[in-house]
T-cell receptor, first 113, second 111 residues
Framework: DTEVTQTPKHLVMGMTNKKSLKCEQHMGHRAMYWYKQKAKKPPELMFVYSYEKLSINESVPSRFSPECPNSSLLNLHLHALQPEDSALYLC????????????FGPGTRLTVL | AQRVTQPEKLLSVFKGAPVELKCNYSYSGSPELFWYVQYSRQRLQLLLRHISRESIKGFTADLNKGETSFHLKKPFAQEEDSAMYYCALRFLKKTGNQFYFGTGTSLTVIP
């Protein structure tokens, strides 16, 4: 399996909801990433996990909470989001955290009402 | 501050014509640069990286440290090259390696 998968594809949530995004890879990669991409903008790095430990948090608000339960799985827990958090959330993985090649998932399109 | 600039948001060329997508960077250290591509309805994927000096799908990019540029070139554009292209920079911060995408150039190859 040489793909990064993300679920759900689309998510609509209210500002008081709690939801989670899921990302999975079975390539044996030890680094995983969350990016946020607004319309017509480049992806912006949010979090980096390396060997299941959080290594980079790019000053992301606490309403976004990442979790890496094992080396194949990465979650992003969402709580009390704002409408401006609506975006495409991309997950990526790489063999290690040197980023030599990142493999991207298709993304989850999030809409916050 | 580290920065990647892609001056052209949109670029159109005719099939068979040469194409150059510009990328300039600012970084005081030793940069590592990449080109990523996103075809319509497909996920973002690596096209090439400067460190490997390879040619992928006929595209090449040379790192010019004097001009701080990493332009992507192809001598003869094909219709299937139409896509969104992002130049990206990897650099070291206190917290670890960081990765920064440029704003992207949307390439349209006209038949």
């Amino acid at each position: 399996d040489t793909e990064v998968t993300q679920t759900p594809k689309h998510l609509v949530m209210g500002m008081t909801n709690k939801k989670s995004l899921k990302c999975e890879q079975h390539m044996g990669h030890r680094a995983m990433y969350w990016y946020k991409q607004k319309a017509k903008k480049p992806p912006e790095l949010m979090f980096v996990y390396s060997y299941e430990k959080l290594s980079i948090n790019e000053s992301v608000p606490s309403r976004f909470s990442p979790e890496c339960p094992n080396s194949s799985l990465l979650n992003l827990h969402l709580h009390a989001l704002q409408p401006e958090d609506s975006a495409l959330y991309l997950c990526a993985s790489s063999q290690d955290w040197d980023y030599n090649e990142q493999f991207f998932g298709p993304g989850t399109r999030l809409t916050v009402l | 501050a580290q920065r990647v600039t892609q001056p052209e948001k949109l670029l159109s060329v005719f099939k068979g014509a040469p194409v150059e997508l510009k990328c300039n960077y600012s970084y005081s250290g030793s940069p590592e640069l990449f080109w990523y591509v996103q075809y319509s309805r497909q996920r973002l994927q690596l096209l090439l990286r400067h460190i490997s000096r390879e040619s992928i799908k006929g595209f090449t990019a040379d790192l010019n440290k004097g001009e701080t540029s990493f332009h992507l070139k192809k001598p003869f554009a094909q219709e299937e090259d139409s896509a969104m292209y992002y130049c990206a920079l990897r650099f070291l911060k206190k917290t670890g390696n960081q990765f920064y995408f440029g704003t992207g150039t949307s390439l349209t190859v006209i038949p």
